[in-house]
């Protein structure tokens, strides 16, 4: 796609991965500042912003495969009025998606990535191999090991390789098993070392951290990942587990940390109840993702809508939603923005009140995600299965700390409120909020090492209490229009009033 004006000329050029940019300007430096947006047709989603250059040769962008469009905008300095705005045709793109089915294939692995490392492939390329180690991709054990020695063999015929390198790296210590990290150790820290001119700080950081924890030196790990607390803003969504990562109890479990004023409406409901469903959010989820719940529960579970709200805001009227609907009950609390990150505090709060939760309704609870797609699962039959001193995790077989225990449905058994795994856990969450250890994944990789504290005898238990793995008939997925609802969310927190 070329186009070109008495203003500037650009081309888009498809390759594997996404398009390439090239950019010529005619007017001068001082005058303009210019913006390309791509932007998905169907979501509307500013994907890429590029400021003003004088020329710009073959630009990189990767993307997913999509119909996308490509606008620019160009303005003086110091103006809001543009003079000029230009909107290109949809262009179809292809990438690496386009080569999933092979590269997932252990016959052709090696293939498809000799083919493409020359793309400079990157951490949106990773995405797709992170999903098989997330569990979102069905990939066969000989795919992890072929992936990591074609990685592995790229690099020793190039050690000082600069296109793709982090993404090879990121394949091997993120995909690959002890046994191998253990019978390459020399020779990947060599990589690392050779990696610290090419690759950033952070990258390295946690590659090695990865490695040391899968060998088990686990102080050495945890010592590692402390070191990516300075870098929190620039983590990618796959390194974000890793800030939390804690060895064991000792730099949390003496320490006292302010209880949060939880507010309840409280009601009482005639109905006999079999179940809870506990659901921490914030407020535009909570009104996006209401009507939806509301559908999938019946008369036989209590559902605990949890909210989490600017502690500026108005105070909302929410007692009128929970005198519509017996079975509906809220609590809120408020936070200061300065609490950190506050978008992972909105599913690490159903935690910390849980065992309340608990002590209040006597009933086995469910803690689950807001965006599932409940209408999949039998809750009465998960409710009633469980014991009443029993853990059911959603325990994964995965040697990530982050990837050990799924976060978004577990059950818990109608008598452990009291349960010391909550002491322990909640501390744990805790301090990780109040020393900047609360990247996203935050309350999965607690629960993982809470479930490694737990078979390990840090954790103090009653003779009856128990975990086990969560037996569920089908898959738990999230809802299908997830897009949908996140602008219903966007346009709620709209609606809010402050002060």
Sequence with gaps: MDFKNEYFSYSVKIFDLGVKLSYTSNLEDHEVATY????????????????????????????????????????????KKYLLSRKSEFINVKLLSSFIKYFFNPKTTDKVLRRLVDQNLNDIDFGHVRSAKHGSVKVSEDFYSTLCQSCLNILSENPRIDRSR????????????????????????????????????KDILFWYGLMMYKMEEYSVAEQTFEKLVSFKEQLSYHQTGSLSYLSD????????????????????????????????????????????????????????LHLILPDNVEELNLSKISEKYENIFVSYEFVEKTIGNVRTYYSVSRYLILPEILNRYKLPTIVADADLDFLNIDLI?????????????????????????????????KNTGDADFFNVMIKYIRFCLETGKDGWMLDQTVLGQCLYFYSIGLIKTSSDFEINRLQLEKTVRQVTNRAKKRVEAKQALLTLNYH
């Design 36 to 79: 390309l947006f791509i932007v998905k047709n169907n979501e509307n989603i500013l994907l890429e912003k590029i400021w003003y250059q004088k020329n710009i040769q073959d630009k990189e962008i990767s993307l997913e495969s999509g119909k996308y469009f490509f606008v620019f905008y160009i303005r003086k300095k110091g103006e």
């Design 381 to 413: 039959s998960v409710v009633t299965s469980v014991g009443d001193n029993e853990f059911a995790l959603n325990i994964k077989d995965n040697d990530l700390p982050w990837l050990k225990v799924t976060a978004g449905f577990n059950v818990f058994g």
């Design 166 to 201: 982090s993404f090879l790296l990121n394949c091997i210590f993120y995909m690959a098993d002890s046994s191998f990290l253990s019978g390459n150790k020399y020779k990947l820290i060599l990589f690392l070392i050779n990696s610290a001119s090419i690759s950033s700080e």
């Design 249 to 304: 109890t000792k730099n949390f479990l003496d320490k006292d940390f302010n209880d949060v004023k939880i507010n309840y409406i409280y009601k009482k409901t005639s109905k006999k109840t079999q179940g809870c469903i506990l659901i921490s959010c914030d407020f535009g989820y909570f009104s996006a993702y209401l009507k939806s719940i509301l559908h999938a529960f019946d008369e036989r579970l209590i559902v605990h």
